[in-house]
């Protein structure tokens, strides 16, 4: 099942407007991670920040991170027609005392950005 | 610096079959997960391998198993196919320590069960 719920789950905007997409989880995490993934592709790892981290910065991606409400947000700023593609969270869990790394994915919010 | 490869790319079995799944991790990891991704849906934990051993495992049935060999490639193998095995499977590679490591994901191979 999936832990983590994203919202909205698509969202069309045109070129050079922000995006915004938000993401639950309901475990204590290690870390919470976004990935971009074109269509019919695999998926490409965009930013990891962790759980005592509360704002992470990576060109264009902003992503805070809110422990207390569980939740996350990304940030793609003056969006391109080639960030058009699907968006995944994923949450790494402490859980249980152990984790290896496994992740937990929402569902994926897909992002259309028209030129 | 090549990353995650996968074979093949797409694949067609019939219901009953058994599939394999080959997957090369990116040069210098060591650990390898495994992901199965439904149409439409979020990607879902199978299990990980580090080591030789698998070290963490999913919600899957015994049908799925896997291997990783010394040279850390691994293989998924999944029994007696059913319609809902239909899927695109991924294979994810990171480093030794993994919980606060990225993971790199190959393209994966989709497997069609008619």
């Known amino acids: 099942s999936q832990q983590g719920e994203e919202d909205p789950q698509a969202l069309s905007i045109q070129e050079g407007e922000n995006a915004t997409m938000n993401c639950s989880y309901k475990?204590?995490?290690?870390?919470l991670q976004w990935y971009r993934q074109n269509s019919g592709r695999g998926l490409v790892h965009l930013i990891l920040?962790?759980?005592?981290?509360r704002e992470k910065h990576s060109g264009r991606l902003r992503v805070t991170l809110d422990t207390s409400k569980k939740s996350s947000s990304l940030l793609i700023t003056a969006s391109r027609a080639a960030d058009t593609a699907s968006y995944f969270c994923?949450?790494?869990?402490?859980?249980?005392?152990?984790?290896?790394?496994?992740?937990?994915f929402g569902q994926g919010t897909i992002l259309t950005v028209h030129p | 610096d090549a990353g995650v490869t996968q074979s093949p790319t797409h694949l067609i079995k019939t219901r009953g079959q058994q599939v394999t799944l080959r997957c090369s991790p990116k040069?210098?990891?060591?650990?390898v997960s495994w992901y199965q991704q439904a149409l439409g849906q979020g990607p879902q934990f199978i299990f990980q391998?580090?080591?030789?051993?698998?070290?963490q495992r999913g919600n899957f049935p015994d049908r799925f198993s896997g291997h990783q060999f010394p040279n850390y490639s691994s293989e998924l193998n999944v029994n007696a196919l059913l319609l809902g095995d239909s899927a695109l499977y991924l294979c994810?590679?990171?480093?030794?320590?993994?919980?606060?490591?990225?993971?790199?994901f190959g393209d994966g191979t989709r497997l069609s069960i008619l």
């Open positions: 994923a949450s790494s869990s402490n859980a249980g005392g152990t984790s290896y790394g496994k992740l937990t």
């Open positions: 475990t204590s995490i290690n870390n």
């Open positions: 920040i962790r759980s005592n981290e």
């Open positions: 040069s210098g990891h060591d650990t």
């Open positions: 391998y580090y080591e030789e051993e698998e070290r």
């Open positions: 994810a590679s990171s480093l030794t320590g993994g919980y606060n490591q990225p993971q790199h």
